[in-house]
Every structure is written in C-alpha cells, then in structure tokens.
C-alpha cells in the first residue's frame, strides 16, 4: 500500500446525510459535568475546534496520545498537531460538511516530543459557545499501517517468487495462485485456475498426499509428477502447510511447487548409463569408468553383489599412486590409500576425489588379515563417516 506523504492529508470520504438533513451538530459544550464525562468516555482521542482550527477542548485519550498537557493542547491549532492542514483545507472540510454527516481524513499527526504517527481522523460539525466548529477524532493507525506493509512486502514476495505458489481452502479449491503458477501450468491468469479442486488440477493420487497437510496439521514435502493433457509430465519438488489466520485459526493450506524435470531427466539419463556400465562390468574380466558417472560407493556394492574377484584401482585428482581394494568374491580382503592400509585405508578411499577407476580380475592380489568386516559393513561405515564430515563442515562456526 502506498504510503501517504507526511505533508499531506488525505481527504478519503464524506459520509452523507439522509435527503433533506443538514450536518449535524452536538450541544455546546461547557465545563459540566455531563460534557465532561461524554468526552472521556469517548474511545478516540476528540480535540474540538473553531472552524479556524483554534482548539478549545479536549479529552483525556487526545493528551495522552499527543503528549502535551491538556491547558496547552487547548492554546493550539489543529494544524500544529496534524501536518497539512491549512486554512484552505479547513475551508474545504467545512463545505463538505454542509452536505454531510462526517468527513474522513488521514494524515500524521505531531506528539509534543516532535514524534510523529499516522492518523486517521474524522471531523464533524459542532457547535462550540462560541459559534460553529469542529469535531476532529483521532485514532493512531500505526499497528494498520504496518500490518498493511506487512501484507504488502508478502503479497510482492508471493507475485515475483520463483516458485509456484496457490493458496487451498478448506474444500480443497484453489483460492489464489501467483504468475509463477500460472507459467508452470501454462495459463493465461490465476482465474483459469481458480475455484477448481485440487483434484482436477493435480490428480487424486497426488491430491490425496498434499491433503496430508490439513489431515494431520504438519507441513509436508515430497516429489510429486504431473500428468498434463496435452504436454510432458511435469516433475516438481512440492512443499505443503498449513494456513492459519491472525486467531491461529486453520483455514487452508499454502502449497509451493519447485520445477524439477530437467533435473529427473537429468537424473534418468545418468541411471541409464550407469545401468549400461554395470552391465557391461558384469560381462567382462576387466573394466573401467569414470567416476563422476557412477559412484564409488555404488560401484563397491556392485562388485560385492556380483561376487567378483579382482583389483579396484581408484584414481584420485593429484594422488601420486591409485588407492587400490582387492576383493575374493565380492569381498574386500586387501586396502591401501597412500600411507594407509586395512579397513581405515577403504574409508580414506571413499573420501578419495576420485576420477576414474579400473577393474582387473587376474592382478596379484593381497590379503590383509586385519580387515574382518563385510564389504557393505566397511561400506556403510565410511558412508557414515562421511555423513559426519559433512555435518561437521556445515556447522563449523565462522570466523
């Protein structure tokens, strides 16, 4: 929401009298006690005027939201508390109130400290023992003001994110979709999509799982796949959550959608080759790869399933000598990587950079007595060993 400039009033709207009724006016006010009491028991915060804008009275909610106390806010004008009032406006004000009840403004108003705040205010007509005036309500809109900057800064997040975003009702209709979705889905606004069920738009199967959101109150996350009449399937990344309102109410659900077929495609594509090779591995005595196709880990794993015997030699960016394991049917008896040797020299080479690799089954092989666990033992071990490195890297503290 655009801010209003702090040297301007903003003039919002006139509310109308009934056909044939003039403003309407209060009694004049004067120092008793029902007068007194009807001001402070009033919720804004009331300052009454001359038409000049000179103010004569006010109540106890006005000094304290103003700041001043109450002798000197009644030796002021109405000017010096809300900027941007002048004499013209007041001349304007007083026209519109011939043909109407109340005025609204809004504008910022002046604490006795310099501090200021918006307002929003609303003049009537009065009647002051000195003639026609004012009746200016004040109420501080600082909690509107940012709860609508709030709303502002999220609904600009929600329109420029990359990612698709919808809001779901409760049955389960989309209720709100930003233009990423609309891209995704290949529609022209978020009307062609709205009011429609998820059902319809994602397929019971893939509905059924973003459901699990408002089923059990818990966010969820997964892959999903679309199936779009007409075009490829689209894979995605997808993220659900619940909505709750300001009285932490649910009343739907927040779903984002991330694109990620080329990365599956991509994904596929290297399944494949690998698949290709440990065919061809599984046909052939000697073989070789790279590694940045398939993974050392993966291909330890094959070479236990398959009970081969031979030489693994792995060579790693920059080494002097390849790290090498030697396997009797499918199982790791001999391992050396640089200084190491046994069991710590098979972790040492799994978090070897490695590039390549071959596979020759008539090398002269060794056996080291020490090694004692299983290929997928020392396998799953080193892989945890990995996992901790890299717990241990992401939490390392800065500096």
């Known amino acids: 929401m655009r801010m209003n400039p702090p040297s301007k009033v903003i003039l919002k709207q006139t509310i109308m009298a009934a056909p044939g009724a003039g403003p309407v006016s209060m009694p004049a006010p004067s120092a008793t006690p029902y007068t007194l009491n009807l001001l402070e028991s009033l919720y804004d915060a009331v300052v009454l005027t001359t038409l000049a ?8 909610r006005a000094v304290d939201l103003l700041g001043y106390p109450h002798a000197e ?54 009647q002051l023992a000195e ?40 049955d389960f209709k989309l209720q709100s979709a930003n233009p990423a979705f609309c891209r995704m889905w290949a529609v022209p606004n978020p009307e062609a999509v709205l009011g429609k069920s998820m059902d319809e738009l994602f397929g019971a199967d893939n509905a059924a799982q973003l459901r ?53 495609l991509a994904e596929e594509k290297i399944q494949r080759e690998v698949e290709a090779q440990l065919h061809r591995a599984s046909e052939q005595k000697d073989f070789a790869g ?21 030489r693994l030699e792995v060579v ?18 001999f391992a050396v ?17 490695g590039q390549s690799f071959t596979f020759h089954q008539d090398a002269d092989l060794h056996k080291d007595t020490s090694i004692t666990k299983t290929t997928m033992g020392m396998l799953l071990e080193g892989l945890r060993h990995l996992d901790e490195a890299a717990r241990t890297t992401t939490t390392a503290p800065i500096g």
């Open 337 to 353: 990587c640089g200084d190491l040797r046994g069991e710590a020299a098979v972790y040492a080479t799994l978090r070897l950079a």
């Open 131 to 170: 003639g026609p005036g004012f009746c200016f309500s004040l109420r501080n809109i600082s909690p509107r003001r940012e709860m609508q900057n709030r709303l502002q800064l999220a609904q600009n997040a929600l329109q420029s994110s990359a990612s698709a975003l919808v809001m779901v009702g409760l």
């Open 290 to 310: 790279q590694l940045n196709i398939i993974a050392l880990p993966e291909l330890i794993q094959f070479i236990d399933a398959s009970g081969k015997t031979g």
């Open 316 to 333: 790693a960016a920059g080494a002097v000598a390849p790290a090498a394991l030697d396997f009797v049917d499918g199982r790791i008896v």
């Open 73 to 126: 806010l009644c030796g002021l004008t109405v000017g010096h508390l809300v900027t941007g009032i002048t004499p013209e406006l007041l001349r304007t004000i007083e026209q519109q109130l011939n043909v109407g009840r109340f005025t609204v403004l809004e504008g910022r108003c002046t604490r006795k400290n310099g501090s200021m705040f918006p307002a929003e205010m609303a003049v009537s007509s009065v």
């Open 212 to 264: 699990a959101c408002l089923e059990h109150k818990t966010p969820w996350i997964g892959e999903l796949t679309f199936v779009r009449p007409g075009t490829a399937a689209l894979h995605v990344q997808g993220t659900a959550a619940p909505n709750l309102d300001h009285q932490n109410v649910l009343v739907g659900m927040v779903l984002s959608f991330i694109d990620i077929t080329q990365r599956k």
């Open 53 to 60: 804008g000179g103010v004569r009275q006010c109540n106890h």
